[in-house]
Each structure stands twice: as C-alpha cells, then as structure tokens.
C-alpha cells in the first residue's frame, strides 16, 4: 500500500470489514452508509506511515492504521447520537442514526469497534516481544475510562463545570488527544522507539490533539455545515465545551498557535533523532492552514473578536 495513494487507502478502509453473506440488510446497509464515505482517511496514513518508519511490516501497519480509523469512525457514530450531540451530517451525508435508526447506528458502531480490536491485536502480535504488554496497556489507556470515554462523559455533563479554558482542554485531552496519541505513539511504540522519542511523540500528540480540537471548535462557531462537513453550531446549543466560547475567538487563535509553535518545537527534536519521520511536517502545515482558513471571515462574522 503506497502511502500516497489515496485510493488505495480509501479501498482499505471499505475492506478491512469483511460483511458476511448471512448479515442482517439492514446492518449491512447501514455498515455500507460507513465504509464508503471515510472522509480524510488522515489518521489512517499518518498510521501507516509512522509504522513504516519504524519498521513495522507493511501488513501489520496496515492492520494497524485501518484498526485506528475504524475506532475514530465508531467514536464519531456515537457522538451524533441523539442521546449525545444529535447531529445530521457527517462527511457531507446524513448521520448513521437519521438514515439507519439509532439501534442501526450503535451496531454499526459496535461492528467497527469488535473489528479494530481484531485487527489491532494482529498488529500487536506482530511487533517485537517487549512491545507487545506495553502496546495492550497502552490501548486500553486511550480508549478506555482513562481516555476516551472520560472525555466523553465529560463532554456531556460540561453544564455541570466551569466553562473555562482548563475545563475545556482538560476535556479535549480525553476525547480528542487520547485518539491522537494511539495515531502517532502507537505505532512508534510497536516499532521499538526510544524512551525520549515516544516522549517527544507524547508531547507532539498532546499540542496537535489540542489544536486539533480547537479548529473543529472554532468551525463550530465560525462555518457553515456545509462548510464544515458536519452539523454545526451545536456546542452553544447543548451547553458543550468549546474554547472559541470559553476564550473567544482570538483568545482560541492565539492558543492554538501556541500549540502549534511548541508542536514545532517538538517536532524539531524528534526529527533529529527520527529523520525518517519527516512526513509529519505535512501534518502540521496541514493544521495552520485549517486554521488560517477557518478564521479568515472571523473579522466580518464577529466583530471585535479579531485584534
């Protein structure tokens, strides 16, 4: 699989879930609705790439990056949810639950999750020894009431909270950087990555995961659904965090290129150790572009916000 053929990726994605010929239609149809609209398949690249430079066979890098996205993906079903953020859109279609029904939407869900663990423990299994317990440990901490599912719970109960900065990123680090670092850890761990590199990569995912969110919170506020792919301004809405909210529009910009700078910082030292990684330059070009095109109208829809 050569990583810059998109095709070829969005090709994994649709078939790294074998549907068997006795499923339910109505699963499968809802599973088709998923895998044949992936979106940008970042997460998957950045996946595969960050094995390969590591050293990982290219089968179990595969395994790993589409295991990574298909646990996103679910997380994304889940967070539309009626019962969670009740969006309408996702990907530019109808979210999973208006087109197949909530309880399609929750084993569609399930399915993606059941399969990424499969596909995640082949990868797991095909690292070196040493890596192996630590790889385990390291997923459930991502993933389970220390990550992700923290975050979440958070997220829902945000009205109960303060509605600052440090509630909001507190937040964010559960739901969006604890996915981020089994994107750019993950991989380099199963690779046998020094202490300091899986340290400096830590860092990295932390300051990307952040800015990460803080663009998807500033398009919240600042762009259309059509623009943003997605329904939104819902955070407002539902009383869910969003730094563009706890800090205004300029104080969520001027954090973010914080993170950005000190993401490049960084990375300056990890691609000392790693030159092999150097791809992940594209991956930080590609977060100040989002925000300096998320923000470009911000001046015109909100004045006063942009000094």
Request: proline content about 5%.
């Amino acid at each position: 699989m050569e990583t810059s053929d998109a095709k070829l990726f969005a090709d994994a994605f649709s078939a790294g879930l074998p549907l068997p010929p006795a499923l339910d239609p109505h699963l499968e149809e809802a599973l088709r609705h998923v895998l044949d609209n992936p979106g940008s398949l970042v997460r998957l690249r950045m996946v595969f790439q960050v094995a390969i430079a590591y050293g990982l066979d290219a089968a179990a890098a595969k395994d790993l990056a589409i295991a990574l996205e298909y646990f996103h993906t679910a997380s994304l079903v889940f967070d539309d949810l009626p019962c969670m953020d009740n969006a309408v859109e996702r990907r530019d279609v109808p979210c999973v639950h208006l087109a197949f029904g909530e309880a399609g939407a929750i084993l569609a869900a399930l399915a993606l999750i059941n399969r990424a663990y499969a596909l995640c423990w082949r990868a797991v299994a095909a690292a070196p020894q040493p890596c192996q317990a630590r790889a385990h440990a390291y997923i459930e901490q991502c993933l389970g009431v220390d990550g992700l599912l923290n975050g979440q719970s958070l997220d829902l109960h945000y009205s109960t909270l303060p509605h600052n900065r440090e509630t909001t990123e507190n937040i964010a680090r559960g739901k969006t950087v604890s996915l981020i670092r089994m994107t750019l850890v993950l991989p380099a761990m199963l690779g046998g990555a020094s202490a300091r590199e899986l340290q400096l990569m830590e860092r990295i995912a932390l300051y990307w995961g952040l800015g990460y969110q803080m663009v998807d919170d500033l398009k919240d506020v600042l762009e259309s659904s059509a623009e943003a792919g997605k329904t939104v301004a819902r955070d407002l809405l539902l009383d869910r965090p969003n730094a563009a909210h706890a800090m205004g529009v300029s104080g969520a910009v001027r954090r973010l290129t914080r993170f950005i700078h000190l993401g490049d910082v960084t990375l300056g030292r990890l691609l000392q150790a790693r030159p092999k990684i150097w791809f992940l330059e594209k991956l930080r070009s590609d977060l100040e572009e989002e925000l300096v095109h998320v923000t470009q109208n911000a001046c015109f829809m909100i004045p006063g916000e942009c000094r």
